[in-house]
């Protein structure tokens, strides 16, 4: 069981360095959207898709060692977590070092999900921003109807008033 919880530990402290590498190109990211440089952005996706992968291999390999470790406590591994695991081993080896682990992992989950909130709210900003402008070069693109005494619209020049009244 000790060598489960060592191979879990090192597990999470892996993923906690992987959510580390993703909140800096995170912060990266930022950085390349207010500057709108878009090709550093490609850059940085392309990165964060290959650190993204090697997550769901790491998230594989802890849910098989939650299976293991559920069978070997009697639990079912679809509710067990890093807390839950840490309330039943109370006392046991490699119980306080798999709590800070799991709080460590926490901790740089939420600083990347923050930094993510921020990154979407500024794509946002910059999607309507662009939006707005569109219908603005729109807008004054077509020229102002005009309508004769008989209501059919006529053709005119650009102006607002008709100097011919």
């Known amino acids: 069981m000790a060598g489960l919880i060592d191979d879990l530990i090192t597990l999470i402290h892996e993923q906690a360095e992987d959510f580390s590498d993703l909140a800096a190109l995170a912060h990266e990211k930022t950085e390349a959207i207010i500057k709108n440089d878009l090709e550093h952005l490609q850059k940085i996706t392309d990165i964060e898709n290959t650190l993204v992968g090697k997550n769901q291999k790491s998230e594989r390999r802890r849910a098989g060692l939650f299976n293991d470790i559920s069978t070997v406590l009697n639990t ?9 695991l840490v309330e039943l081993l109370d006392g046991q080896p490699g119980c306080d070092e798999l709590n800070k682990a799991g709080i460590l992992l926490r901790e740089k ?10 990154n979407r709210a500024l794509i946002e900003n910059s999607l309507e921003y662009i939006d707005f402008s569109m219908n603005l070069m729109r807008s004054s693109q077509t020229p102002p109807s005009h309508y004769g005494r008989d209501g059919s619209e006529m053709s005119g020049g650009s102006t607002f008033f008709d100097a011919k009244q």
């Open 76 to 84: 079912d591994a679809a509710t067990l977590t890093i807390s839950r």
């Open 109 to 118: 989950a939420d600083e990347l999900k923050t930094i993510n909130e921020q």
